[in-house]
C-alpha cells in the first residue's frame, strides 16, 4: 500500500479522500498551500475545497509559494472562495476578481512571505497542504517540482494535509535542499557560496503526527505554455550577448560569467535561449524558476549546474526532462524560495538578473505589475529580490506592446515597482541601454535612442527637451507625465492623433 512512497508506517491510518481531507478547512481560515510558478502544487485537495465552497460559502487567505497550475486559482475565483492571496498569481479569471476588488491581493517579494509570517507580521497559517512525492520513515516530507514556501508553511502551521502525486517520479527524491535560516537575534549566514552549495536536508521535517491526513492523486503539473523566440527576442538576445562579451573583455567577469537568473514568460526564456548561440560557456543559474530553455542548454552543453525553487516546463519538454530527470539530477537543486531569492545569496554569488518589464520611464523606472497603472498583471514575484540584491540587474522589453498601440518606453512609468536606483541595464529589440553610473539626464538620452521604437522615439525627444527647460535633477513636465496613459485609456492608443 504506497509503501514506496508512505515510508512511516504510523502514517498509513491517514490516507483519506480529498473531500475528507477538505473538511479540515473551515471558513475563515489561512491556508499555506504548495505551489511555485504553476509546479508542485497540491491539486486534488484544493479542488475539492472549492467544489464544497459552491455548496456552502466560505472564505480562505490563500498563501502559495507562486502561481498555481491546473487553473486552480481560476476555480478558487469562481468559487468566490478567496478573500485574500499572497503574494503571486498570474490566473486571467483571479486577475479579473482582483481588479474587480473582491479579492484583495497582496503582492510581495517572493523572498519575504515566510520571514514575515515567522514573525508573525501576517496571519498564522492554520493548515499547510503540500505536494509531496515520498514521506521518509521520519516523517520527512519530500517535496515535487517546486519547494517554493512549502517548507517553512509544513513547519510553522498546527496541521498538515500531504498530496501523494504518484505522477511525480520518485527519482526527483534528493533534488531539495531545504534549509531553514537559524532565528535572530542571533542568525547564522547562509552558508551557501555557490549554486551547488548543499545547505540543508532533502526532505522537509516535521514532526510526523503533524500530518492530520494523506490524500493519494495522479493529476499532472499542467505545462507552461512557450512562445517560440520572435524577431524582437532574438535581437533583444543578440543586445544581452554582445554587452555581456563586452563586460568579459573589459575584464568584469570570465567566458563563464556569474550565475544568471532569469525572469518568467516568454520574453526571458527566449532571451535565455539565446544564451546557446553565444561564445559563454560552463554557465549556471542561481535563479527562481527553470524553464525550458534551462534544459536547452543543458543539452547544449552550455550549462553546467542550475538552482531554483521550481521547474515549469512546456508539455513537450516536460516527457523528455521527467523520463530523464536521473540524467540531469546531479546538476540540478530545488530549494525554499526564501532562499533561492535570498538577498544575502544573491548578492554574495553576484548574480547576473534578468527580468522582464511591462514598462519603464526614460529615467530607468520599472513597472513590471500594473497594466495603464491601476490593473494587476501578475505580480512582483522574485524580480525585486533579485533585481535589486544582483551584480547586474536588467530588464527586457519588446519596445511596444498590442501592435504598437503602446509604448513600454514612456516619460514616466504608471507605478514603480523597481526604482531607477534598482535598475542597471535596459535592453528591447532596439538596442541596449546601460545606465551604470550614469545621473537622470544622462540615462534619459540614452533610453531614449536606445530603446525606443521609431514612431515613439521623436514624442520622447520632445518631451524630455520641454522637460529639462524647466530644470530639476530629474526633469519632468509633471501635468503631462502619464498623458501617454490617459491618451491609451480614452483613445485606445498612446499614439498622437
Ligand atoms: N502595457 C500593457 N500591456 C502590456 C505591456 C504594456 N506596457 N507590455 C506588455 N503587455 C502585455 C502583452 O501584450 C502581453 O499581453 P497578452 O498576454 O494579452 O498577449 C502580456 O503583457 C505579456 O507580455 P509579453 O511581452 O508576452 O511578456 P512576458 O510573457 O514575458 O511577460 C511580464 C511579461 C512583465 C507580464 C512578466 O514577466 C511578469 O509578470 N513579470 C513580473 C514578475 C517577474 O518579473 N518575476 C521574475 C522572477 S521569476
New binding site residues.
Given amino acids: 500500500m504506497y509503501r514506496d512512497r508512505i515510508r512511516n508506517a504510523g502514517l498509513y491510518n491517514r490516507i483519506v479522500t480529498a473531500d475528507e481531507a477538505a473538511q479540515l478547512i473551515r471558513d475563515g481560515m489561512t491556508v499555506g498551500m504548495s505551489g511555485f510558478?504553476r509546479a508542485g502544487e497540491a491539486k486534488a485537495v484544493p479542488l475539492a475545497l472549492a467544489e464544497r465552497a459552491r455548496r456552502e460559502p466560505m472564505k480562505i487567505t490563500l498563501m502559495t509559494g507562486?502561481s498555481l497550475g491546473n487553473d486552480l486559482d481560476k476555480t478558487f475565483a469562481e468559487a468566490h472562495l478567496l478573500s485574500r492571496r499572497i503574494p503571486?498569481q498570474?490566473d486571467p479569471g483571479l486577475r479579473k476578481a482582483i481588479n474587480a476588488g473582491e479579492v484583495m491581493f497582496v503582492d510581495q517579494h517572493?523572498s519575504e512571505t515566510v520571514e514575515m509570517l515567522r514573525t508573525h507580521q501576517l496571519p498564522d497559517v492554520d493548515i499547510a497542504i503540500v505536494e509531496a512525492v515520498a514521506i521518509t520513515e521520519t516523517g520527512g516530507i519530500v517535496p515535487t517540482t517546486s519547494v517554493g514556501n512549502s517548507a517553512s508553511f509544513a513547519i510553522l502551521a498546527p496541521k498538515v494535509i500531504v498530496e501523494i502525486n504518484l505522477t511525480q517520479p520518485l527519482l526527483l527524491e534528493g533534488l531539495h535542499d531545504i534549509y531553514i535560516p537559524t532565528k535572530r537575534p542571533h542568525r547564522e549566514p547562509i552558508p551557501i557560496v555557490a549554486p551547488e552549495s548543499r545547505a540543508g536536508l532533502p526532505y522537509i521535517q516535521i514532526p510526523p503526527e503533524k500530518i492530520a491526513a494523506i490524500v493519494i492523486t495522479e493529476k499532472l503539473d499542467s505545462s507552461a505554455k512557450v512562445?517560440p523566440p520572435d524577431d524582437d527576442t532574438r535581437a533583444i538576445a543578440g543586445h544581452l550577448i554582445e554587452f555581456l562579451k563586452h563586460e568579459v573583455k573589459m575584464g568584469r567577469m570570465d567566458s563563464d560569467l556569474r550565475p544568471l537568473?532569469?525572469?518568467?514568460?516568454?520574453?526571458?526564456?527566449a532571451v535565455l535561449h539565446g544564451l546557446i548561440d553565444s561564445p559563454f560557456h560552463d554557465l549556471k543559474m542561481y535563479?527562481?524558476?527553470l524553464q525550458d530553455s534551462t534544459f536547452d542548454l543543458f543539452d547544449a552543453g552550455k550549462l553546467v549546474f542550475a538552482s531554483a525553487s521550481s521547474i515549469t516546463l512546456s508539455a513537450e519538454k516536460h516527457d523528455a526532462v521527467m523520463s530523464n530527470i536521473g540524467a540531469y539530477k546531479g546538476r540540478l537543486l530545488l530549494r525554499p524560495q526564501e532562499i533561492s531569492?535570498h538577498p544575502e545569496v544573491v548578492r554574495r554569488l553576484g548574480v547576473i538578473c534578468i527580468?522582464?518589464?511591462?514598462?519603464f520611464d526614460i529615467y530607468g523606472n520599472v513597472?513590471?505589475?500594473h497594466?495603464?497603472g491601476t490593473h494587476m498583471?501578475?505580480?512582483?514575484?522574485?524580480?525585486g529580490?533579485?533585481a535589486r540584491n544582483g551584480f547586474l540587474s536588467i530588464f527586457v522589453?519588446?519596445s511596444t506592446?498590442?501592435d504598437g498601440k503602446?509604448?513600454?518606453v514612456?516619460p514616466m512609468v504608471s507605478h514603480v515597482?523597481h526604482t531607477e536606483h534598482d535598475v542597471g541595464i535596459l535592453i528591447t529589440e532596439q538596442g541596449l541601454a546601460d545606465l551604470r553610473g550614469l545621473a537622470p539626464r544622462e540615462r534619459a538620452a540614452l533610453v531614449i535612442r536606445n530603446c525606443a521604437h521609431p514612431s515613439y522615439r521623436d514624442a520622447l525627444e520632445d518631451y524630455y527637451a520641454r522637460a529639462v527647460t524647466r530644470g530639476g535633477h530629474t526633469p519632468h513636465v509633471i501635468e503631462e507625465a502619464l498623458s501617454w496613459h490617459a491618451r491609451?485609456r480614452e483613445h485606445g492608443t498612446m499614439m498622437k492623433g
Fill in positions: 510558478t507562486a503571486f498570474s517572493l512562445t537568473q532569469a525572469g518568467i514568460g516568454s520574453v526571458a526564456n535563479s527562481e524558476v531569492n527580468n522582464t518589464a511591462l514598462e513597472n513590471s505589475t497594466v495603464g498583471m501578475n505580480g512582483i514575484g522574485g524580480s529580490d533579485f522589453s519588446k506592446a498590442k503602446i509604448s513600454s514612456v515597482d491609451l
